[in-house]
Nanobody, 125 residues
Framework: QLQASGGGLVQAGGSLRLSCTAS?????????????LGWFRQVPGKEREFVAC??????IRTYADSVKGRFTISRDKMTVYLEMNSLTPEDTAVYYC?????????????????WGQGTLVTVSS
């Protein structure tokens, strides 16, 4: 349904930009352009946690305290992005994009209807 990309290995203090889009028919069937979108991350052995979300318009953005001031979520009609700066080893995780069939974003995993496959971000010290 959703395809995330942009993960990789980066040194502490570095930056990465993640992207996520719904391709082909899925884009229209799921109403991607009219949906709220979010990013979550998960470390092996831990629960998936909220990172950031944006509403349908892209104007209302919410961040986890742990990434506020370092990460920026943005979107256009086709794609949602997560710009990550000043990365630390604690940011190492698999990052997932998610789509919610609502105008407004949410911090809660259960509020999202579609999920990407995840992209691995590894930050070395």
């Amino acid at each position: 349904q959703l395809q995330a990309s942009g993960g990789g290995l980066v040194q502490a203090g570095g930056s990465l930009r993640l992207s996520c889009t719904a391709s082909g028919r899925a884009f229209y069937d799921s109403g991607f352009g009219d949906s709220a979108l979010g990013w979550f991350r998960q470390v092996p052995g831990k629960e998936r946690e909220f990172v950031a979300c944006t509403d349908r318009s892209g104007r209302i953005r919410t961040y986890a305290d742990s990434v506020k001031g370092r990460f920026t979520i943005s979107r256009d009609k086709m794609t949602v992005y997560l710009e990550m700066n000043s990365l630390t080893p604690e940011d190492t995780a698999v990052y997932y994009c998610a789509q919610r069939s609502s105008r407004l974003g949410s911090r809660l995993l259960v509020d999202y209807d579609y999920w990407g496959q995840g992209t691995l971000v590894t930050v070395s010290s």
